[in-house]
């Protein structure tokens, strides 16, 4: 079983910045793909940052340049730094994982990021 938890979120102010944590309960070289996932209310949920095992790395346009993903395999824990933050990333962000074996996507419990002056 795979556990994941993310911690960091809160209440920022526009242009300001915020670093999510996501621990995992396994080793990160065991993980193909990690991503971290961002829903508001009312929205769907959206991909905001992947990490691979290759690696590569991809972002949407809506938070290239400004958010950047990172894996710590000392620490097993996975990062995402968000920075000039805008009203529109306010939302709950999720750390999900998927091993190298199988096709099972695992999740986080979610962390709130609000972004309001």
């Known amino acids: 079983q795979v556990q994941l938890m993310e911690s960091g979120g809160g209440l920022v102010q526009p242009g300001g910045s915020l670093r999510l944590s996501c621990a995992a309960s396994?080793?990160?070289?065991?993980?193909?793909?990690m991503s971290w996932y961002r829903q508001a209310p009312g929205n769907q949920r959206e991909l905001v940052a992947e990490?691979?095992?290759?690696?590569?790395?991809t972002y949407p346009n809506s938070v290239k340049g400004r958010f950047t993903i990172s894996r710590d395999n000392d620490k097993n824990t996975l990062y995402l730094q968000m920075n000039n933050l805008k009203p529109e990333d306010t939302a709950v962000y999720y750390c999900?994982?998927?091993?190298?074996?199988?096709?099972?996507?695992?999740w986080g419990q979610g962390t709130q990021v609000t972004v309001s002056s």
């Open positions: 990490s691979t095992h290759l690696p590569t790395t």
């Open positions: 999900a994982a998927r091993l190298m074996q199988g096709m099972d996507v695992y």
């Open positions: 396994r080793r990160l070289y065991s993980f193909a793909v």
